[in-house]
């Protein structure tokens, strides 16, 4: 197992985390995410190492900005 965190920025609620919650679940691998608007945070629990440029499109695809914390 591994553990990725990420700082995301444009977060403001609940439909915000859930947005970038279905976007990076939908990786290959990925068991668990746990993402906070309040402190702009996204971590992820995956079986193998992930690809930071999968998340980081994930998150673009839910209208948000990453970058590996």
Request: aromatic share 4%; net charge negative; with cysteine.
């Amino acid at each position: 197992m591994a553990d990725f965190e990420y700082t995301v920025t444009g977060m403001t609620c609940g439909h915000c985390e859930a947005s970038v919650r279905g976007e990076v679940s939908k990786i290959e691998g990925v068991q668990d995410v746990r993402v906070s608007a309040a402190s702009g945070s996204l971590r992820i629990v995956a079986a193998e190492e992930i690809a930071d440029d999968a998340v980081i499109a994930a998150v673009d695809e839910a209208g948000y900005s990453a970058v590996r914390a």
